[in-house]
């Protein structure tokens, strides 16, 4: 597929998120009295405003895809496995932007005590992907150096890049949670992901090939992929002048923005929000500790994080390596994992908006659970080239998509409204060290024959798994059901998902504090 017939093709599909919504922002607003429930706005936002907000934000996130391609997952496990890096550095190279995630706190705390979310985010993430120009130009440039030289460079410009980047980590997800409105929440998310997941699904095999057919070999190959990662990331933080404005510092007042129109909350009424958040005579950390709900929430986010990261890393190399299948191959499996992840976000997105996240997280994370089991039945064979890995991506694609956008959503429903960001940090830190460890484990483990190698590291996966769900049961997510009252009363319904039937806001918007100012 030529590069202008992609580009047709995104801007096809572009026209038709955006006109979609532009209907679900309209309606939901008009239902609402056209109003968005935010606090402390100097200047309000209008239909207009929050909808190029959130098409910016799309837009944002196709671009930021290329880059991530470009500069993880499988093109990045290839370049290392063609440097023959060992198991347990591509353990090292996975965990890297976990442990990053110790910085989410920090970077909450500064994000906070500036004047802007978006010039925040801007002057970190355009440093930490310019980073990444250092590794071409070595490629480049830089002669023939050994190996180990080379994967200790990719390794520290890992590290620095994604530490830079997870101090932002934190204001993002709370900038973007702000601007979202709340009737919208699981659909507009299904959407945004599903668009990159579109990019996913063309970007990844043009990257591979560009890679493999590359005249100056392999290594150029990739040099020439980092460098057109690099620009397209530069080109998402553009897009990010067309969103609203948001400074978290300004705490004062209450309000209903209504079309333009700012009317203030009654006193009764200010004292009864005030009253749903935490008290600012209770210290933070106590507050925290006191949270048993979203404590319940970090277990299982932590172990669930460890039991993934086991096996997770290693799907690529037991693919390039222990298998020696072609790149080409690998990235076309790839492509068929992103395009099912497109075509169930959406489905997910509306089926969480009825029933809630955790009932999705729980029936869905057993499947999850158990699919690194199918992987030992695979080889390098004719029957898994063509039938067997084609199938375990487009399953995975589609049960992760409800994976990925729940558990977003749930966080976002269990965090308190007030200080999200720090709670959001916490998550974060916390799911990195736990991640990291699994992959360190699993890197050391998949060394040695001993305990079965890489197949004996998926059949370990998939246990701890199971056991990594057993604290979700336990979590209460607002205005959700639990599965004792969804399995007879919502089941004969979901066959019905695609219809136009009025749907209930699962998790109510965050209501920051904030003062907006839109980018012109």
Not at 268 to 281: C, H, K, L
Not at 346 to 361: E, Q, S
Not at 494 to 511: F, G, I, K, Q, R
């Amino acid at each position: 597929m030529s590069e202008p017939v992609i580009s047709s093709c995104i801007g096809d599909f572009i026209v038709t998120v955006n006109s979609g919504l532009d209907s679900g922002l309209t309606d939901t607003l008009d239902e609402n009295g056209a109003s968005a429930h935010v606090l402390s706005l100097t200047i309000p936002l209008s239909k207009d405003q929050i909808r190029t907000s959130l098409q910016a934000s799309t837009w944002d996130g196709i671009f930021a895809t290329i880059f991530s391609n470009a500069t993880g997952g499988v093109l990045l496990s290839s370049f290392l496995v063609g440097l023959n890096a060992s198991p347990s550095q591509i353990g090292l190279l996975s965990s890297i932007p976990m442990l990053a995630n110790l910085m989410q706190p920090l970077g909450a705390l500064w994000s906070d005590r500036t004047t802007s979310y978006h010039w925040y985010c801007f002057w970190i993430y355009v440093p930490s992907r310019l980073l990444w120009l250092i590794l071409a130009a070595a490629i480049f440039w830089a002669g023939q150096w050994n190996e180990p030289t080379w994967i200790n460079l990719t390794l520290a410009i890992v590290g620095l890049t994604y530490f830079l980047a997870a101090l932002g980590s934190a204001s993002w997800l709370s900038w973007l949670a702000t601007l979202v409105p709340s009737k919208l929440r699981g659909s507009y998310f299904g959407t945004r992901a599903s668009a990159m997941s579109l990019m996913n699904l063309l970007s990844i095999p043009v990257l591979g090939w560009i890679v493999s057919a590359w005249g100056g070999g392999v290594q150029q190959g990739y040099g020439v992929v980092v460098l057109l990662g690099v620009a397209a990331g530069i080109i998402s933080l553009g897009f990010q002048f067309w969103m609203a404005d948001v400074r978290p510092g300004d705490r004062q007042t209450d309000r209903t923005v209504s079309d333009g129109d700012v009317v203030d909350l009654t006193p009764q009424q200010f004292v009864n929000q005030a009253g749903r958040e935490s008290p600012t005579s209770i210290p933070l950390i106590s507050q925290f500790w006191q949270d048993t709900n979203f404590l319940l929430f970090l277990l299982y986010f932590a172990l669930w994080m460890f039991a993934v990261n086991l096996s997770a890393p290693f799907f690529n190399v037991y693919l390039l390596d222990t298998l020696a299948i072609d790149l080409r191959w690998v990235t076309c499996y790839t492509s068929l994992q992103a395009g099912a992840h497109l075509t169930m976000l959406i489905v997910w997105g509306k089926l969480a908006d009825r029933i809630g996240n955790r009932p999705i997280l729980l029936i869905d994370g057993i499947l999850v659970a158990l699919f690194p089991l199918l992987w030992l039945v695979t080889g390098a064979n004719s029957v898994s080239l063509w039938l067997w890995f084609p199938l375990l991506h487009l399953f995975t694609g589609g049960s992760w998509a409800a994976i990925d956008l729940c558990t977003n959503n749930l966080q976002l429903g269990v965090a308190p409204l007030r200080h999200q960001p720090l709670y959001f940090a916490i998550a974060g830190a916390i799911a990195g060290i736990s991640g990291a460890l699994g992959t360190s484990v699993g890197g050391f483990l998949a060394e040695f024959a001993d305990y079965g190698g890489i197949p004996g590291l998926f059949a370990l996966s998939a246990i701890a798994r199971l056991i990594a769900l057993i604290p979700l049961v336990f979590v209460k997510e607002q205005r959700g059901q639990t599965l004792r009252l969804l399995l007879p009363n919502q089941l004969p319904r979901l066959a019905n998902t695609s219809h136009s039937l009025p749907v209930e806001p699962v998790n109510p918007a965050p209501d920051l504090p904030v003062t907006v100012e839109v980018n012109k």
